[in-house]
Structure formats: C-alpha cells, structure tokens
DNA sequence: CTGAAAGCGCTTACAG
DNA sequence: CTGAAAGCGCTTACAG
C-alpha cells in the first residue's frame, strides 16, 4: 500500500512493496519474477497477483548492477544501404528491448576507418560489437577487434573467417537458385550485374549463376556480364549496355535491389515493358525491391532475423568472455526464400509464353 | 593496482580503484568524473590520470540505480517510409547513446492499434514515447498517452496541437519556398502531385504550393493537380496523367521523394529527358532523393536532428514528469533546406535556358 | 575542497 | 520451499 518516496522524492512501487503487500520476503517475489522453479505454486499465484495489482515493474538498473550482467553493444555500419540498415537496426532492437541491452551507433567510412570508431565504442563502456557488411567481412577490423579483446559478431558476412562468429545467408546457394528459376521460366540468354567488388557476397552471387548457367548447358558470355557497384545508377548504366547487345537478354539478374530497379528504369526508358518483354531480378528484398514498379522479383535475405540471432549470439559470447570461459565461434546460417512479384515473368517464345495467351 | 574481483569473478575497475591509486575518496573521484567544480585542480588532475591509466569507464547501471534518472523510451511508428525511419532511428540513437537511454520500439497498424502497442510499452517500463507520423498526429493516440500518464513527443507533426511537445519544420513555407524555386527557374505551368490524405503535412504542402502560386500571379489549374499517396507507385500513376493533359507542365512538384522518383520514371517511359524537358522536384530528402537517377532536388527535413532534439525534449519532460513538476509543452520549428541535385533546371524556352547555350 | 555514511532496487550465496 | 545478510558500483545529503 505504501509505496516508498525515493530519495529523490519520485514515486516507484519496489520489489519490497510487493513482498510487503504479500506478506513474503522480498527474496521470494525476486523467485517468482525470475521464474525460478521453487516456490510453491500458491505463493507464486499471490505473488503475481500483486505484481498486477500495484502494477510492479523491475527496475533495470538495479538488476543488472546486481547480477552484473547488463551489456552495451555497439553496431558499427559504412556505407550502408539504408534500406538494410533499418532492417537490421528494427531487428537488433527487437532483441536488445528483450535483454534489456542498450544500443550504441558508430559509423566508419570502411574498414579504414575502424579503429577510431572502435575506440570511440570500447570508451563508451560498450562490451560488445556487430558488425554489418562490408565490416563484416574484413579481417582488419577482425584482427583489431581481436586484439582490443572486443567480443563481436559479423551480419551478413561473406565469407565468415571459422574463427569468428557471423550470422549469414549462403549466397552462393541462393543466386544459384535464382537463376535455375529464370531458366524454369524459359529463359536462355541471361545477363548479369555483378555487385561492387570489394565485397565478397559479389564474388559469390557471381559465381553461383555461373555455375548453374553452366550445369544448365548455357554459356554465360563476357558482354553479358557487367560490372555494377550496388547502386541504382550503376544498375541503370550497366543495364544500357547489356540491352544494346545484339544478342538482347530475355532476363537481366542484377546483384542486388537498387541496382535491379535501375535496370527497370533503363528497360522503361528503351521501351521495353518489364517482365513482358524484359525480366528482371534482384537480390536482398529491401524495400526499394517493393517500392518500385513494378515491383521486383528477388531473393530474401532475413535481415530483421540474422540480426537479432547476431544479438543473441554477441550476449552470449559477451557472457563467456566475462566468466573467462572460452566461447566457440559459431557460424549461422539462415534461409533465404526466393520472392516473385511482377517483375519476372517466361521468357517470350517458350511454350509457356504461348499457353499464357492461350 | 588490486582490482576488485566481483561477485561472479568478473574483473572490473570501479571508483574505488581509482581512489584508491590516487589516495582520495570515492566521493571525490565521483566528483571529478562527474565534472563537478568544487575540486581542486590538482587532485582533479591526479584522478583524471589514473582514470586513464586504469582505463576505468563508469558503470551505467549503478549510477542509474544511484541517480534515479535512468530511463527508457519507446518509439511508436506506422506505416514507416523506411528512409524516413532509418534516419530517425539513426538520430535518436546517437542522443540515447550519450544519455544512457535505453531504446524500445514498437510499430502498430495507424492510430487504431495504437493502444495495445502502447500498453506493450508501459509493460516493458517504458518512461516514455516518441510519436513518428502519422501517429504524431493523431489526437487520438495522444489521448490515449495522456490517460496514461504518459509523456510523449511528436516528431514531424504536421499540425502539433498546443499542448503537447513536438520537433517539426514548417511544411508550407518550405513547400512555399520550393514553388519559388521552381518559379525562378521560369517554370509557369506547374504540376502539383498531393500526399497521403490521412496526413495534414499533405495537406500544407499542398497550401504553401497553391499560395506562392498565387501571389505570383499564377493559376493552379485542377487538372494540373494530381491525389497521391506518398508511394512511388502513386507518383508513377500520377505523373501519367499529368503529362498527358493538353497543357504539359514543365514541372511537376511531388509532395515527396518516392513519387517524384516515381514521375521520373514516367517521364522517361514518355520518352522525356528529365531535367531537359521537364523538371521534377521531391520533398523530404529521404535515401530515394539520391539514389535514384537523375537525383531529386528536393527539401530537405532534418529528420536525423529532429530526432535527437525530440529525444532531449522527451527525457526533460520525464524528468519533470518524476519530480511532480509542471512542464510545459515545447513546440519546435527546425529549419528545412531547399536542395538542388539534378532533377530541376530552367524552363524551356526562358532567357536563362536561353544563356545557358551561350 | 574533501570524506564517512547511507541508500538506490535487486540478486547471489548461504542457511534452514 | 523460504528468508536474512551482504553486496553490485555509484551518488545524495550531510558534515566538516
């Protein structure tokens, strides 16, 4: 009933109210929050129905000093799609809210770049960092963060060194499905944008369409692959010269979204209708892929997912690291789906093409 | 030099370590880091030594628990742009990282499912709620917030009532600003595509278009303005039947980023070089602005600056809220600024198109 | 300008 | 299954 008056005069229901309200000790209302199995279910009932009554809520702050188990994770991004990065900011949330974590923010132009922001982290207390790409596939910032003794976790990571902890989709193994499913749709002369070269998921989303283009008896040729950098002005260019092949492509697979868009604009700009008389595909599902129109055929990364599975794995990490137990670096990997929304469709001329109209 | 071994045999520096390598009392370390002035410079200076030398950083949690002033704060969103939404959460992040904030978040379906969110929040001990649009201006969820007893801040209301804080630009001087603009170039005949009508910010921009029009002696024609909904897709439909009537415009205005990325993409489905022979303008300076190609001129929100001032705003007011003092509700204007990328230029046929060729 | 004491709200480690 | 004691790391409120 009587709430206590803080020092500073606030007004805030303790866990010693509830106890008092009851008529246990405070140790037993601790128990039942924390849902330990030793109590008696009868004590549990009254308990909990007090906590509704005066409207109880644990003061953070004083349970993390006492379990001295809070954390502070810092996420460190550059060049970041924002598309992505808010994906992956609402997933990393998501988890952090649950564990009561707080979130610290440090942008770095590239893996140069690093070390100050690192610093700038390791001063604001912060006990762990996420690492979003092209960071996440550095082995400088690995090797910095390693020798700061900084516990962290790569996002999306390429090609995940086995000794490090990353949460990724298998690139390879989704724009290989990608590209079986363009040639389900009868597609044969097929072009791809490659995506910037300083980060690996290009190499491998490359290669996985190459070698399903080859498995499939197809030739992928040089004027049908052009280099992009993961923007849409250099989907749109790279899509100019694609188009103006002799040989034109049914499909265009661009390595990721915004590149992809921008080959819509330049199809649009050219006359061609997307996908009647052109598909084109793109990869990550971010935003732009549903913003645009029409909106694009690609594949999902689980941003939102390999996030807070990247929070949960640095908290642990971060937990072994303080106990002085060793942690064994783990490797995730999450699905993909393949997404397909209006702007693929069978190539003209194929059977399938001609049931359509049928 | 003894590092204090805590209870579950973590290794920590604390205050008393410090005091104890400078030969003074907790309470005056607690001092000096705290800034605080009644200390003599020359232990100050010992004790900021030994701060670094021991590499000692605070514990939040305890001064939290000490101070009472801890807080958390949730952010309640709908229908998100998630440009728009990336850069609020980038800015609020940046002020809860230096404030020891922690960050919820929620999201809801528009005002109506605004409730549950809400009480979520309160559940997850919440101090406090920061409204992004629509949501920041709905009377609806702010009743509900104040029957809650709530504090809350709005950010980019569009039509903040009196008697709640919120952080926001003036939508029609900058929509007034940008027609300006437009008319400089020697633009007459200009289009008008409408935002959301479930947003007053549509609606002001609308009125500071139609208002600079008028002072100039211009006529809005109706068939030159076009209902959008703030998607590309809108702004792709819109722009179709814009440059469809007799009376082409040469510029179309679009109340933001997505559908004047959107009209560019008609006109260049139209065959029409944007900004040669037409020239399109957004609002708000989201990641699509600069993206797409040509790059939108357009205004910029400081939506990043916004947010962290709304977060000040919020953690003042949850602190009056906690003393029982009275505070009064804040309403700050920003400044917004016109930018000028590639997508706007003289009007055809004006003297200045005509210098340019000189 | 400096310090000893008490307290913030919770949990760990024991004891029963 | 339950509780009394001590402690987490810091600050407030006093006293000198």
Redesign the pocket.
Same mark, same amino acid.
């Given at each position: 009933m009587a709430r206590?008056?803080?020092? =500073?005069?606030?007004n805030?229901?303790?866990?010693?109210?509830?106890?008092r309200h009851v008529?246990? %000790? &405070?140790?037993?209302?601790? $128990?039942v929050?924390?849902g330990?199995?030793?109590? =008696?279910?009868?004590?549990?009932a009254k308990v909990l129905a007090s906590v509704e009554a005066l409207k109880? %809520? &644990?003061?953070?702050?004083? $349970?993390s000093?006492?379990?001295?188990?809070q954390a502070r994770i810092g996420l460190m991004y550059s060049n970041p799609s924002v598309a992505f990065l808010s994906e992956l900011l609402l997933g990393i949330l998501e988890e952090t809210s649950q564990a009561g974590t707080q979130l610290l923010i440090e942008s770095c132009d590239g893996p140069e770049g690093a070390s100050v922001a690192l610093e700038r982290l390791k001063h604001s207390g912060c006990d762990g960092v996420i690492l979003s790409p092209p960071l996440s596939d550095s082995t400088r910032v690995a090797k910095i963060l390693k020798d700061m003794g900084m516990p962290f976790v790569g996002v999306a990571a390429a090609r995940p060194a086995t000794d490090i902890c990353s949460v990724s989709i298998d690139d390879f193994k989704a724009a290989y499905a990608m590209t079986r499913r363009l040639i389900e749709l009868g597609h044969r002369t097929i072009a791809f944008i490659k995506g910037h070269p300083n980060q690996y998921a290009s190499q491998l989303r490359y290669e996985g369409f190459e070698s399903t283009m080859e498995r499939a008896g197809l030739t992928v040729e040089p004027q049908l692959v052009a280099q992009g950098y993961f923007t849409y002005r250099s989907g749109f260019d790279a899509a100019e010269r694609l188009l103006n092949q002799k040989n034109r492509p049914t499909a265009i697979f661009a390595s990721n979204d915004d590149m992809a868009a921008g080959a819509v604009a330049t199809a649009h700009r050219l006359g061609l209708e997307v996908p009647e008389q052109l598909t084109v595909v793109g990869f990550d599902d971010t935003a732009m892929a549903s913003s645009v129109w029409p909106e694009l055929t690609t594949v999902r990364q689980p941003i939102s997912d390999m996030a807070s599975m990247s929070v949960r794995l640095l908290l642990d990490q971060i937990r072994a690291h303080r106990a002085g137990r060793p942690f064994e670096a783990v490797r995730e990997v999450r699905d993909f789906a393949l997404i397909e929304r209006q702007s693929s469709d069978v190539a003209l001329g194929t059977p399938e093409a001609g049931e359509k109209d049928a």
């Amino acid at each position: 009933m009587a709430r206590k008056v803080g020092r =500073r005069g606030g007004n805030i229901v303790t866990i010693h109210d509830v106890a008092r309200h009851v008529g246990v %000790s &405070p140790m037993t209302v601790s $128990r039942v929050i924390n849902g330990e199995k030793n109590v =008696r279910e009868e004590t549990r009932a009254k308990v909990l129905a007090s906590v509704e009554a005066l409207k109880y %809520s &644990p003061n953070l702050a004083a $349970r993390s000093l006492a379990t001295q188990d809070q954390a502070r994770i810092g996420l460190m991004y550059s060049n970041p799609s924002v598309a992505f990065l808010s994906e992956l900011l609402l997933g990393i949330l998501e988890e952090t809210s649950q564990a009561g974590t707080q979130l610290l923010i440090e942008s770095c132009d590239g893996p140069e770049g690093a070390s100050v922001a690192l610093e700038r982290l390791k001063h604001s207390g912060c006990d762990g960092v996420i690492l979003s790409p092209p960071l996440s596939d550095s082995t400088r910032v690995a090797k910095i963060l390693k020798d700061m003794g900084m516990p962290f976790v790569g996002v999306a990571a390429a090609r995940p060194a086995t000794d490090i902890c990353s949460v990724s989709i298998d690139d390879f193994k989704a724009a290989y499905a990608m590209t079986r499913r363009l040639i389900e749709l009868g597609h044969r002369t097929i072009a791809f944008i490659k995506g910037h070269p300083n980060q690996y998921a290009s190499q491998l989303r490359y290669e996985g369409f190459e070698s399903t283009m080859e498995r499939a008896g197809l030739t992928v040729e040089p004027q049908l692959v052009a280099q992009g950098y993961f923007t849409y002005r250099s989907g749109f260019d790279a899509a100019e010269r694609l188009l103006n092949q002799k040989n034109r492509p049914t499909a265009i697979f661009a390595s990721n979204d915004d590149m992809a868009a921008g080959a819509v604009a330049t199809a649009h700009r050219l006359g061609l209708e997307v996908p009647e008389q052109l598909t084109v595909v793109g990869f990550d599902d971010t935003a732009m892929a549903s913003s645009v129109w029409p909106e694009l055929t690609t594949v999902r990364q689980p941003i939102s997912d390999m996030a807070s599975m990247s929070v949960r794995l640095l908290l642990d990490q971060i937990r072994a690291h303080r106990a002085g137990r060793p942690f064994e670096a783990v490797r995730e990997v999450r699905d993909f789906a393949l997404i397909e929304r209006q702007s693929s469709d069978v190539a003209l001329g194929t059977p399938e093409a001609g049931e359509k109209d049928a």
